[in-house]
């Protein structure tokens, strides 16, 4: 392997550890990553997120959002609210018992952001973010170019 396919197979398998190590962690608490990643989402938030908010900030299927949402909102962790005005958007809130989990769930995850930099510069997590950002924007650049088309093309 070499170059862009080297990119491609270690980020595969940090993308496969960290989240393997992310639901290793979070299962005491009784969570999936997935729930982790939206309750750190919701608790890092500025502000009352709604489902279309986090599908863009955490780059999932509404489907996955759903799922998890509907989880969350069953083991006490959040409720969602009807807007007054558009019935079809929903707020999600916190709940108490979130807040008081929260400081754990943001505990595992700095931990795996710790174990992620150890003997990496933050000039090398810089020149890995500018990397990554331009093969994520080819990446989005192809597929809004297939979906305009309409079709998937194999390049020759």
Known sequence: MQGIKDIWHYANNTIKTARQLINERLQPLGLSS????????????????MQEDLVAQ??????????????LETKGLITREKDETDKRI??????????Q?????????????TIASQGVS???IAGFIEIFRR????????RQ?????????VRE
């Open 135 to 142: 093969v994520s924007e080819s990446f989005s650049g192809a």
């Open 101 to 113: 989990m929260g400081p754990q769930v943001q505990k595992i995850y700095e931990d795996i952001f």
């Open 122 to 124: 933050e000039e090398e």
């Open 34 to 49: 997935a729930e982790g990643n939206i309750l750190l989402s919701l608790l890092n938030a500025d502000r009352i997120l």
């Open 90 to 99: 929903s707020r999600i809130n916190l709940t108490a018992k979130a807040l």
């Open 145 to 153: 170019e297939e979906r305009q088309r309409g079709t998937y093309h």
């Open 58 to 71: 955490l780059e999932i299927s509404k489907p996955a959002v759903s799922r998890a949402l509907v989880s």
